[in-house]
């Protein structure tokens, strides 16, 4: 089965990870170009290659970062690192009472610096994957 990578949603991404807004990035496009085109732009599964080279220069992206980002691949990896049990989201039918409130306190802490060092592994991860990218 083919993936379909979504151009706009990779323009949109970029764009966003590079800080830049749509009224900039219209500007850059030239006086055809306004806010609300690239809002539509971004929901459009393909562009045509000479606006997307035109895209490519107003970021300084290549062309190919956005004909080849893999949104599919970037959610299967946040999903992987994130073991949620559903009784996060349902709620839990049978309480619990803290009996220790400051062990209780200090399991949360170490909670929530394993899962920092976890988001910055796959942070780390990730960059060097648009790195790639952006090197082709």
Known sequence: MEKKIHEGRNVKRFREMLGIKQETLAYELGDDWNQKKISILETKETIDVPLLQQISAALKIPVEAFQN??????VNVIANTFNIEKDAYIGNSQPTFNINPIEEIRKLH???IALYERMMKEKDEMMVTLKGLLEK
């Open 69 to 74: 980002f893999d949104e599919e691949q970037a």
């Open 110 to 112: 170490d909670e929530k």
